[in-house]
Structure formats: structure tokens, C-alpha cells
């Protein structure tokens, strides 16, 4: 029985370390779209919102 807790725990480091790369690797690749996503969005939503003063 512990053999295969010991799998399990192994799997699941696996798929945790292949999530954190696809993760990492999609930042890389498109991390400067987002951001000019988001940015160009809080231009867009800074022209409707009222000012306070």
C-alpha cells in the first residue's frame, strides 16, 4: 500500500512540474500581448470612468 502512495504523490509532482512549465513558457511566449492587452483595457476603461475630485 505504500508503494503506490508513493506513486501517486510522484504523479501528481509530474503533473504539477508540467503545469509550472506550460505556465512559464506561456508568460514567455505571450506575456508581452497580455500586457498590452491590459493596458490598452485601462486606457479604454479610464475614458468612461468619471473623475472625482
Given at each position: 500500500?505504500?508503494?503506490?502512495?508513493?506513486?501517486?504523490?510522484?504523479?501528481?509532482?509530474?503533473?504539477?512540474?508540467?503545469?509550472?512549465?506550460?505556465?512559464?513558457?506561456g508568460?514567455?511566449k505571450?506575456?508581452?500581448?497580455?500586457?498590452?492587452?491590459?493596458?490598452?483595457?485601462?486606457?479604454?476603461?479610464?475614458?468612461?470612468?468619471?473623475?472625482t475630485?
Amino acid at each position: 500500500m505504500k508503494a503506490r502512495k508513493g506513486i501517486s504523490y510522484l504523479e501528481y509532482a509530474l503533473l504539477a512540474a508540467l503545469v509550472g512549465i506550460v505556465g512559464a513558457v506561456g508568460v514567455m511566449k505571450y506575456g508581452n500581448a497580455i500586457s498590452e492587452f491590459f493596458s490598452s483595457l485601462a486606457n479604454k476603461t479610464t475614458e468612461v470612468t468619471p473623475k472625482t475630485k
